[in-house]
């Protein structure tokens, strides 16, 4: 329990993006030998994961825009899930939109051909109205998250559900960092496989 209100505050902190530079209270410069230690303990496969996770909040709050992006470098290439989790959901929530690209079509299926029609084959979708707190992002301009068009972060997984177009997806973060998962529209005859450009 205490780790999981922990991880919504650190959420909360190092939420980066359209809605400003960082969702931290405050950005602060750190001095070399504290980032150093700080590095130290994310690096350390003995540390405690509370001890990991608060180095990342506070690397992660870091004035310099290079440490910044380290932290979220180291927090992907950790063995740590629960921090790679952390690290995705800052890379993913800094952004103001995700673009779902297709990797098949289904040719002879008639809902997914009307959705071809109005969306295209790479499909994007605009954040609007973040809820660092549950690492989720509304899609539509007059829905609040959670809705019934949202981007959610969960650990490892990110999900999509939108209302509008008429589909969901799911994708997970691979050991190489990529974002591989599926597309179902509504009444189609199976998913199909799609990918999300985690680093743009």
């Known amino acids: 329990m205490l780790i999981r209100v922990f991880v919504t505050i650190l959420v909360s902190c190092v939420t980066m993006g359209a809605w400003g530079a960082s969702a931290c209270e405050k950005l602060q410069s750190l001095p070399e030998p504290r980032v150093e230690e700080l590095v130290e303990v994310m690096k350390d496969g003995k ?11 506070e690397l992660a709050c870091s004035d310099k825009p290079a440490i910044r992006k380290f932290v979220i470098d180291a927090g992907l290439g950790s063995s740590n899930k629960t921090l790679r989790g952390q690290a995705l959901a800052v890379l993913m929530l800094q952004r103001d939109q995700v673009k779902v690209e297709l990797l098949e ?40 998250c959670p809705g019934e068009n949202m981007l959610v972060v969960d650990g490892l997984t990110v999900r999509i559900k939108s209302s509008q177009t008429r589909m969901t997806a799911t994708f997970i973060l691979q050991p190489d960092n990529s974002l591989r998962g599926s597309v179902l529209v509504d009444r189609s005859a199976k998913a199909v496989p799609a990918k999300i450009e985690l680093f743009k």
Request: aromatic content about 16%; proline content about 4%.
């Open 47 to 57: 540390a405690s994961e509370m001890k990991q996770l608060m180095a990342f909040e």
């Open 105 to 144: 079509v289904l040719k002879d299926d008639s809902s997914f051909n009307s959705f071809m029609q109005s969306n295209g084959r790479d499909v994007a979708y605009r954040f609007y109205f973040p809820n660092p707190a549950q690492n989720c992002v509304s899609l539509f301009s007059i829905d609040k």
